[in-house]
């Protein structure tokens, strides 16, 4: 298992796994590396922390690209009559984890 860092946020990932990531720049079916900050097993009990990363990558392959479902985000004041409704879909990357 690794801890690797995509868009600012991190993900506890194992080999074989779909994962769904904000936008990342390769096409579909391209392999990508991502960082990895922690490297543990849980059945020899052996952990790895970088600092902050590691020099080992995993390597994912890019699936698809897609947008997630639709977030409504509304604003409103009281007594003013002032309501305001907005719309946001996220641009999304499916991606697989394919060698820790």
Do not use: C, N, W
Not at 80 to 100: A, D, E, N, S
């Amino acid at each position: 298992m690794a801890v690797v860092k995509t868009g600012g946020k991190q993900y506890l990932v194992k080999e074989s796994q779909e994962i769904m990531v904000d936008r990342l720049a390769g096409q579909e079916k391209e392999k990508i590396a991502l960082e990895t900050l922690a490297l543990f097993d849980e059945e020899k009990d052996t952990f790895e922390l970088g600092t902050p990363t590691l020099k080992q990558q995993v390597e994912a392959e890019v699936l698809s690209h897609l947008q997630g479902d639709k977030i409504r985000v509304s604003r409103f004041k009281s007594k003013v009559r002032y309501r305001r409704t907005k719309g946001f879909r996220p641009q999304l990357t499916k991606i697989k984890i394919t060698k820790i």
